[in-house]
């Protein structure tokens, strides 16, 4: 299986702050992986896929980038609403398709 | 606009077998590259993929747990269909149906979620 891990686990920030998430592969996937949001009790919502291509609706202070096993999720200013739990997943290969641990951004 | 909504029970008793529906709206089996598939998340921890199927009923599965999964498809129905032999208390989690479509890989559209509790 390919791993996914993530840092911070935990990330404190302030809004209007930039902050990045980092998601490291353990082995090279190209650029097949995606960035989603959770929030409490809901289910997540896809950000990014194909490692920099924002989902139609997201904002723009939302990007993505990297490749081969390195890869970052970046907010340029952080909103309240923001405040949530990211997930990157690779989908280089089916067996299995793979997510990280979370970061969880937090006020 | 694509829906899918999770069914089916919220409790089971370790040993047993969990079956779960997916009913969507706004696709079609019908479809060349429709793809829905499984995700389950236990309580505060992270997201695991577990099954996946295709229009033309190409099927893929995690390994970790392919020997207790079987996923399949009505495609009149619009239904999609999970099920997990031998329930253990570590399978407690939330099972989210998910669309995939073809050569895609990101899930983009994700039901409300079935909580699913093991225990006896």
């Known amino acids: 299986d390919i791993q996914m891990t993530q840092s911070p686990s935990t990330l404190s920030a302030s809004v209007g702050d930039r902050v990045t998430i980092t998601c490291r592969a353990s082995q090279i996937i190209n650029t097949y992986l995606a960035w989603y949001q959770q929030k409490p009790g809901k289910a997540p919502n896809l950000l990014i896929y194909k490692t920099s291509t924002l989902e139609s609706g997201v904002p723009s202070r939302f990007s993505g980038g990297g490749s081969g096993t390195e890869f970052t999720l970046t907010i340029s200013s952080l909103q309240p609403d923001d405040f949530a739990t990211y997930y990157c997943q690779q989908y280089n290969t089916f067996s299995p398709w793979t997510f990280g641990q979370g970061t969880k951004v937090e006020i | ?120």
């Open chain 2, 1 to 120: 606009q694509i829906t899918l909504k999770e069914s089916g029970p919220t409790l089971v008793k370790p040993t047993q077998t969990l079956t779960l529906t997916c009913t969507f709206s706004g696709l079609s089996f019908s479809t060349s590259g429709v793809g829905v598939g499984w995700i389950r998340q236990p309580p505060g921890k992270a997201l695991e993929w577990l099954a996946i199927i295709y229009w033309n009923d190409d099927k893929h599965y995690s390994p970790s747990l392919k020997s207790r999964l079987t996923i399949t498809k009505d495609t009149s129905k619009n239904q999609v269909v999970l099920t997990m032999i031998n329930m253990d208390p570590v399978d407690t989690a939330t099972y989210y149906c998910v669309n995939n479509p073809w050569l895609s890989g990101a899930f983009d559209i994700w039901g409300q979620g079935t909580m699913v509790t093991v225990s006896s």
